[in-house]
């Protein structure tokens, strides 16, 4: 008898809790839908600031001005990181030409983050299409020395997550440049990672390894429309010539920061959980999507603890990282302090997937915390958040990894992220006030949780 009432206890203070949730949980999405601040956060970043590349005056503006408004929430903490960034610029606007004897055809282009410039003049020379590395070498130098290498393989769109379509062709932006040069080209242009047919060309980093400056080609990406012009013209003519210029420029490593701020634990206040997105942004558009939505959101997180009245027992805080888009030197950097100092993270959760509508999270974690957060799952149902996955979590928060540490990423629709990622329409007008709000309040309402319950300790198995 007394163990069916110890039973009938456990399970009325287990109902008992999970209401108690359920209200925090409604109170941060009334709070986030009613009286939210990430839309008109993120209308100052985008329309009063603009695109946020690293090293850029812009950037700097925009580590001022979320540093101010995280100070105006009366946080109990709020400071600036110090963190080196590279500073690339990308000159004045790019032109490119389809070449067809004496007829030129002028299609979009953008330099590749990082790259070098064309001679003043430009460059000029017959094209050579490939789906892959594999095929370069299959050609070999014979073939390619002295010409432009176009890299024309889409993104598969049978593929429902648009990230794994994004993964499976990213390679050919980022080493493609590095890869040709082995073969004698003088330049590389690469499809735009885009599922759509539009004419923005796609911008984002590209890297040439150890390859002497001196050595290295221009690359640029060409819109997806631009992309099947070209491929159709070579098919009729292999003897088209592309002709591009631009102006870019790599200048020394500058002085940028992280923005932080807290709000202390009540009960273990050495224990850290962390809500971020990345400040900085390609200079194309104005990155309200990639990753103006994360740093909005992010923000609003530490907002809707403090106007619904929730003090935390651990240590909230909010990371607005920089330098994520070509170099990842703030979440490094973030990481290399917080081990210095012996802090002690035990949740981090990143938004750096745009200002869609939520679809849930997922966890770079142990079975056991996996566990945990599946039971969860009822709690966000009325939400319509049901995805709750093993997997990746956030560029900037990854190099926190360890055995101990739950990592997240928020999982809003992806299906139109592409369209905008690193274009010129990464625009506010592209973002649902909505749709940004009930993100924020997804993001809260986990890290509202990890708090309440903190994470499993998993004991470890000798032997």
Known sequence: ?????????????????????????KKVYSESLLNGKSYAWLDHLSNKIGGRLSGSTNAAKAVQYTKAELEALGLDKVWLQEVMVPKWERGKPEEAFIVMGSKKVMVPICALGGSVATPEAGIEAEVIEVQNFEELKTLGKEKIQG????????????LISTFEAYGGCVNQRYAGAKEAIQYGAIGVVVRSMN?????????????????????????AAISTKGADLLSKALKLNPNVKFKFSQHCKQYEDVLSHNVIGEITGSEFPNEIIIVGGHLDSWDLGDGSHDDGAGVVQSMEVLRLFKETGYKPKRTIRVVLFMNEENGLRGGRKYAEVAKTKGEKHIFALESDAGGFTPRGFSFDCSDGNFTQVESWRKLFKPYLIHYFEKGGSGADIGPLKDDQIVLAGLRPDSQRYFDHHHAENDTFDAVNKRELELGAATMTSLVYLFDKYGTVKEKKIKG
């Open 195 to 219: 599922l759509r047919l539009d004419d923005y060309p796609h911008t984002g980093s590209m890297s040439y390894g150890d390859i002497a400056v001196a050595d290295r080609i221009p690359a």
């Open 1 to 25: 008898m007394k163990k069916i009432l110890v039973l009938l206890w456990l399970a009325s203070a287990i109902s008992f809790a999970q209401s108690d949730d359920e209200k925090q949980l």
């Open 147 to 158: 010409k432009i290498v176009f890299y024309n393989r889409p993104m598969q769109a049978d």
